[in-house]
Each structure stands twice: as structure tokens, then as C-alpha cells.
């Protein structure tokens, strides 16, 4: 990988910024900026489309998520198309109606109550009509334009929002090696805004496109014309391309150290993660049956095909089963192999007629658990 990484601030000779070492955005993040990335016309003759074996990719994270509400619990979502600090709702026929305006006035240095909307880091937040009830979710991802709001870590809650939780599987653009990547709500369209000490935070994606393997295609549920290389300034940057996806410059942040890491999400309210196709927020599953009893039955035999880390495809021809996650779906497999078992090897059939139901769920619970 050929992201700069966080220590060339020091190296750079950029110890003069007091941001340096920091997370401090040493100023960049002019959020009082009228930067638009809907209305603007920036010239795009610098850009180009990317080769077809670019170096991109989508990781899914399934994790409970705390996401905004009102005190009463009804979610509040923002809508890509607004401008900082602006509602573009108005403009738009049926939008209002469908996507009611939050007013109640917010206390807290990250929200603005001013104007007709109250916003979260200059991001106006909604309803969503269609939403009946405290848990409702259904605005969430319509039309990829809307989202559900998910604070920073150590956001408290004040009188008047609060925190929900659920659980969501979450699809978002990254590296072909799983590194988050990010987008500027202070860019332009196909322009970055993004330099100094912003730069060495944000080191820009423009990663090894083109000499990496051809097989390396892009992932399905993305479009190749969706993405571009763009020119930086080269007099202030020492990345002359950049990588855009819909015309938003991309970015990693120098605080992940990991493939998963996503703690570039809402900072300063203006970096988000491209979400994906996201699905939506569903309340935590109930958990089912006893893992340390579905331990025990595991070892009874279970192991001496798939492995005692349930990591062997049985008889060569089973799927790995440590890597179900969810103990519903292991339970439903398990069910359909008892019950019915149609097209399943016998071997397997066999076993799960043997098994009672307490212990589908006890097994189910345990191989939800095997890493
Ligand atoms: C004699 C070998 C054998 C034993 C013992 C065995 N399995 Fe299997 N298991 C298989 C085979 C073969 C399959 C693949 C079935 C198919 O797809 O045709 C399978 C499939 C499965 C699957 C579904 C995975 C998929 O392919 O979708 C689960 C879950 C599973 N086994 C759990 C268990 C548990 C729990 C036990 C112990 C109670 C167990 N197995 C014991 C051979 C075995």
C-alpha cells in the first residue's frame, strides 16, 4: 500500500502546524466555507475515466450502530444533495412533505438552530414521513441520497436528540485492500479542496491504479463510469491525480490503521464513508440458544467433519461453516437439513434428523461464534 501514513508530518518539516501529531484539522476544515458540491460548474476537462483494472473495493461491516433520533425516538436523517449550512428540500417538489423539517432548537456547539431547519455540523436534518413509529428506519438510504446520522464517539445526548441502536450492515467504498475511503463535504465537483496539513490527515487516494493485477475488477454494485482521476494542484500537493467517486474526491484518513477501521466517519461533520446499497437498520436479533451447551454437542462428532474450528469443508464439499456469522442463518440451514434436506448430501441429512431442536439452537449459537 502506498498511503502516506500519519508520521511523514513530522518528516515533512510541518512541525510548525501545532496540529501536527494530532488529530487536530489544524484549521482546514473551514466550515464556515460556501463550498457546494451540488451547485457547482467546475470545469471538468481534467478528467479523466479510470482503467478498467482500478484499485477499488467494498467492505461490509455488520455492527450496532447508534444513530440520531428526537427524544421520542423517531429518526432523523440528511440529505446528500443539500448544501452546507442549506436545505436544497425546498426546491424540490413533494420533498418537504415527504421529508418534514426537525426545528426543535438544539444546544450544542455541533448543531446550528439558526434558519429554518435545525442542522448537525451544518447538515439539516429531516424526517421521514413514512416513519409510523420509534425505530422506524425506512428513509434510510432512499434513493442513496438519504441517511440515518451516526455521531461521533462520545456524542451525548442532549434534551432534545437522542441515540438509537441497531443493527446494520454497512457497505462502504474502500481500497482493494479494505482501507476506508472518504469524501470532503467541502470539495467541489471533481475539484479537491484538500491541501497542507488537511493533505497529510487526509492523505489523497490515487493508489496504484494501473499496476495492479488486471483481475482485479471492480467489485459488483459499482459502476466503472461512476469513477474518475482528477488533476490536483500540483504547486501544493506532491499527489498531482486523485481518484473521485461521483465526482467527490477520495481520501483516507491517517487515524485508521487497519482494514475495517472507519473513524474518519463525521469528522468535523464534513468527511463521511461512502455508503453503498446499505441495508437498513433492524433491531438487535434476538439471540437464540445456549453456546457453551452448543459447544459441548460440537464436539460430539460435529467436528470430525467440519473441523474443530469448523473451519473443513466437510466430506470436501461443504461451505465453511466458522464463517456463518449469524446463528439465525445457521439455525435455518440446520432446520432445512433436518426437516427436508432435499439435494443435501445424506451424511449431513442424517446427522441433523438426529438432532432435537434445543440443540439446533445451542449448535447454532456456538458456530455464530467461531471466528
Ligand atoms: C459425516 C460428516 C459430517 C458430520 C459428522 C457433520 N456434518 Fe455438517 N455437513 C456435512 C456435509 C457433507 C455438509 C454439506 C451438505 C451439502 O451441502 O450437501 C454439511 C453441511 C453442514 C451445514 C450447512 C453448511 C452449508 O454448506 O450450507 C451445517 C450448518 C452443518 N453441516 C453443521 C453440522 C453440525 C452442527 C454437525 C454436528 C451436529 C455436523 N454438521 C456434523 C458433513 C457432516
Request: proline share 4%; with cysteine.
Amino acid at each position: 500500500m502506498k498511503r502516506k501514513l500519519f508520521s511523514v508530518c513530522a518528516a515533512a518539516g510541518i512541525a510548525l502546524f501545532s496540529g501536527c501529531g494530532g488529530t487536530s484539522d489544524g484549521g482546514y476544515a473551514n466550515s464556515s466555507s460556501s463550498a457546494s458540491n451540488v451547485s457547482s460548474t467546475a470545469s471538468t476537462s481534467s478528467v479523466s475515466s479510470l482503467p478498467a483494472n482500478m484499485s477499488v473495493g467494498l467492505s461490509s461491516l455488520q455492527r450496532e450502530v447508534r444513530y440520531l433520533t428526537d427524544t421520542a425516538g423517531m429518526s432523523l436523517y440528511t440529505f446528500d444533495k443539500d448544501t452546507l449550512g442549506m436545505s436544497n428540500c425546498p426546491n424540490i417538489e413533494g420533498c418537504e412533505a415527504t421529508w418534514p423539517a426537525f426545528t426543535t432548537p438544539v444546544v450544542r456547539d455541533d448543531f446550528d438552530t439558526a434558519g429554518a431547519y435545525t442542522s448537525y455540523y451544518q447538515h439539516p436534518l429531516y424526517y421521514f414521513s413514512k416513519d409510523a413509529q420509534p425505530g422506524d428506519v425506512k428513509g434510510d438510504d432512499v434513493k442513496q441520497v438519504w441517511h440515518l446520522v451516526y455521531p461521533l464517539k462520545g456524542f451525548t445526548e442532549t434534551d432534545e436528540v437522542k441515540l438509537s441502536a441497531g443493527n446494520r450492515k454497512q457497505t462502504y467504498l474502500t481500497d482493494k485492500e479494505g482501507n476506508a475511503l472518504y469524501t470532503f463535504d467541502n470539495d467541489d465537483v471533481n475539484v479537491s479542496n484538500c491541501y497542507g496539513m488537511c493533505e497529510q490527515i487526509w492523505p489523497v487516494f490515487y493508489d496504484a491504479v494501473g499496476d495492479i493485477a488486471d483481475t482485479y475488477g471492480i467489485p459488483a454494485g459499482l459502476d466503472p463510469k461512476d469513477f474518475t482521476i482528477i488533476e490536483r494542484d500540483a504547486d501544493r500537493s506532491e499527489q498531482d491525480k486523485q481518484i473521485a467517486y461521483k465526482g467527490q474526491p477520495l481520501y483516507y484518513f491517517a487515524n485508521d490503521t487497519a482494514a475495517g477501521d472507519t473513524n474518519g466517519d463525521w469528522v468535523k461533520g464534513v468527511w463521511h464513508l461512502i455508503e453503498i446499497n446499505a441495508t437498513s437498520v433492524e433491531p438487535p436479533k434476538q439471540s437464540i440458544g445456549d453456546v457453551a451447551k452448543g459447544e459441548t454437542r460440537f464436539f460430539k462428532g460435529c467436528n470430525n467433519c467440519h473441523g474443530d474450528d469448523g473451519r473443513t469443508p466437510a466430506l470436501g464439499i461443504s461451505r465453511v461453516i466458522a464463517e456463518i456469522d449469524d446463528a439465525q442463518t445457521v439455525k435455518a440451514l440446520l432446520t432445512y437439513l433436518k426437516n427436508d434436506g432435499a439435494g443435501k448430501s445424506s451424511f449431513m441429512v442424517d446427522v441433523a434428523q438426529g438432532l432435537s431442536d434445543e440443540e439446533i439452537d445451542n449448535l447454532s449459537a456456538f458456530i455464530a461464534t467461531l471466528p
